[in-house]
C-alpha cells in the first residue's frame, strides 16, 4: 500500500483524536481492544495503554459482583452474533470504580465474509442524566406550584368543554362513562382537538380526583431522558446523582397523563407495556422494584392502527391500551361548535387585550366555516388571537382583514361573494349550504344515503334539509333505488 492509501486512512483516525467527544473502540475476534480514541479516554478515566491488548472482560464489569459476557456486553453479543446492535443504553463500572453511563452501537467488521472483530461507537450519557435530574426537578417544582393554583393539579373539567353539537356531547357523555372505571384509557385525536383538556376532565370526574394530575409530552422529550424523568434516578447512577422521584411516583394515587406516546421508541413502549402488567416501575441506575397505582391515559395524534402499521406503536401495548379508549373529533366534524369556540376565545382576548370586539363579521363566518382546520381547535384559537391583535382599539368586529392571510387564501370561499347579492347572514349561510348538499347528491349519483354519510348527517336530516332549503323535488322514497 503506497503512501499516499496510508495518508487516506490515518486522516480519519487523526480527525477522531481531536474531536474528544467521539468514542470509538475496536476489538478483534477474541475481544482485544486494538483501537481506543481519546475520547473514550475521557469517559472511562482509563490511559489508552492500560486498554490496548487486553480483552474488554479484564477491565470492565456490570456491578461489583457481574463480570461481562456476551449477554450484557454489547461488543461480546456482536462478536457472537455478527449482527450489529444499535443504541443500547448501557451501565457499567471499570476495574477503578468509575461507573459509566453511555448509549452504545456496535457494528461487526468482515473481510471476504470472515468475522475480524467489532468497532463500537459509544456517547456518554452523565450529562444527559444530569440534566434529566433537573428536569424532574423543575416538574416538582412545576407540580407544586400548580397545586397551589389548583388543588390537584389541573386546570379543566367536564364544564369547561366548548360545544353543543351531537357529536362533541357524545364524546363528552362517552368520557364521563369511561371516567369511573380503573382501567387504563387511550385517548386517540389529532394536534390540536384538545387531548388534555379531555385527560384532565376524566381525572377530576373520576375517584382519583383528590390525587395530583401529572402531564407529560412524550414527543418533547429526548429519548435518553424519558425514562429518567418518568421512572427516577438512583443514587449513584452517575456522579453526584441523588435519589429522583419520577412522574410515575409522583402521579400515586391520581393519574399520569402519557401525551403523543406514538412518538416514543418501541423500546421504552415494552418498558410502559411491563410497568402497565405488573404496577411496578425501576429507576434508572437501580435494581429495586417500586410498586405504583397512578392511573394510566395515553393519548396519540394519528389512528392506532396506522400507528401500528408505520411500527410506532407496539401491537401488544395497544391491546392493553385500547380496551377504554376515546376518540376526540375534529373541529372540521363539529364545525357546528365553531360560533361557540370563536364567542369564547374573543371574550377571553377582549380581557386580557382591554378590547371591545363583539364578534365576526357574515365574512369571517363563511371563511371559517369552509376552512379545514388541520391544527384544529388549537390552530382555530391562535387565529383568533391574532385577528384580536390586528384589531384597533375602535373595531367592533372581526373582519377578512384581520385574519392570518393564509386562512383566507386557503380557505374554500365560494360563499363569500354572496354576502353583496344577499341582505342577511341566513340567506347567505342556507345559499352555501344549498351548493354543497347539490354538490355532494350530484357527486353521489343522486344516493342519498351516501351523500348523507359524506355530509355526517343522518338520512331523515338530509331530507329534512332538503325540503328546507327547496332543493329539486326529489322523491324521498325512490332516489336511493
Not at 158 to 174: E, Q
Not at 197 to 213: K, T
Not at 341 to 353: A, E, G, R
Not at 367 to 395: S, V
Request: proline letters at 2%; a neutral charge.
Amino acid at each position: 500500500m503506497g503512501e499516499h492509501e496510508n495518508n487516506l486512512i490515518e486522516l480519519p483516525l487523526r480527525i477522531i483524536e481531536i474531536l474528544e467527544d467521539i468514542c470509538i473502540q475496536v476489538v478483534d475476534i477474541r475481544g482485544c481492544t486494538i483501537y481506543y480514541s481519546k475520547g473514550c479516554e475521557k469517559i472511562e478515566q482509563y490511559k489508552r495503554e492500560d486498554i490496548l491488548g487486553k480483552n474488554i472482560c479484564e477491565t470492565y464489569r456490570i456491578d461489583e459482583n457481574t463480570e461481562l459476557n456476551a449477554d450484557n456486553s454489547v461488543i461480546l453479543g456482536v462478536l457472537q452474533t455478527g449482527k450489529p446492535v444499535i443504541n443500547k443504553v448501557m451501565r457499567f463500572i471499570t476495574l477503578k470504580g468509575k461507573l459509566v453511563n453511555v448509549v452504545t452501537s456496535a457494528y461487526p467488521i468482515f473481510s471476504n465474509n470472515k468475522l475480524l472483530g467489532a468497532i463500537a461507537v459509544f456517547k456518554d450519557l452523565s450529562q444527559i442524566i444530569e440534566m434529566s435530574s433537573a428536569i424532574t426537578q423543575l416538574q416538582d417544582d412545576l407540580l407544586s406550584l400548580r397545586k397551589i393554583q389548583s388543588k390537584n393539579g389541573t386546570q379543566f373539567h367536564f364544564d369547561d368543554i366548548i360545544g353543543s353539537s351531537a357529536v362533541i356531547k357524545s364524546t363528552i357523555a362517552l368520557a364521563k362513562k369511561i371516567s369511573v372505571c380503573s382501567s387504563s384509557i387511550l385517548i386517540v385525536g389529532a394536534t390540536g382537538t384538545g387531548k388534555e383538556l379531555f385527560a384532565q376532565s376524566i381525572h377530576n370526574y373520576g375517584p382519583v380526583s383528590n390525587g395530583p394530575f401529572v402531564a407529560i409530552n412524550c414527543s418533547s422529550i429526548p429519548e435518553t431522558l424519558l425514562e429518567s424523568i418518568l421512572f427516577g434516578i438512583t443514587k449513584g447512577a452517575f456522579t453526584g446523582a441523588n435519589d429522583t422521584i419520577g412522574l410515575f411516583e409522583q402521579a400515586k394515587d391520581g393519574t399520569l397523563f402519557l401525551d403523543e406516546l406514538n412518538s416514543t421508541s418501541l423500546a421504552f413502549q415494552a418498558s410502559l407495556l411491563r410497568v402497565l402488567e405488573t404496577n411496578k416501575i425501576r429507576k434508572v441506575g437501580g435494581n429495586k422494584e417500586i410498586a405504583v397505582n397512578g392511573r394510566i391515559i395515553s393519548a396519540t395524534n394519528i389512528n392506532p392502527v396506522e400507528a401500528i402499521r408505520k411500527n410506532q406503536l407496539r401491537l401488544d401495548l395497544y391491546y392493553r391500551l385500547s380496551a377504554v379508549t376515546l376518540e376526540i373529533p375534529t373541529l372540521s366534524m363539529r364545525l357546528d361548535d365553531l360560533d361557540e369556540l370563536v364567542t369564547s376565545f374573543i371574550k377571553t382576548s377582549n380581557k386580557i387585550m382591554r378590547k371591545n370586539i363583539h364578534g365576526i363579521s357574515d365574512e369571517v363566518i363563511i371563511i371559517l366555516k369552509n376552512f379545514n382546520w388541520p391544527g384544529n381547535i388549537r390552530q382555530l384559537k391562535h387565529c383568533i388571537d391574532y385577528a384580536m391583535n390586528m384589531t384597533e382599539r375602535d373595531d367592533l368586529l372581526i373582519t377578512p382583514k384581520h385574519l392570518p392571510k393564509y386562512i383566507v387564501n386557503d380557505s374554500n370561499t365560494k360563499g363569500t361573494h354572496r354576502v353583496l347579492k344577499y341582505n342577511s347572514l341566513k340567506e347567505t349561510l342556507e345559499e352555501v349550504e344549498r351548493e354543497i348538499i347539490m354538490e355532494e347528491i350530484k357527486n353521489n349519483n343522486g344516493n342519498f344515503s351516501r351523500a348523507a354519510k359524506k355530509l355526517r348527517i343522518s338520512r331523515q336530516n338530509l331530507q329534512y334539509r332538503l325540503k328546507v332549503l327547496n332543493i329539486l323535488d326529489y322523491n324521498y322514497n325512490t332516489a336511493d333505488a
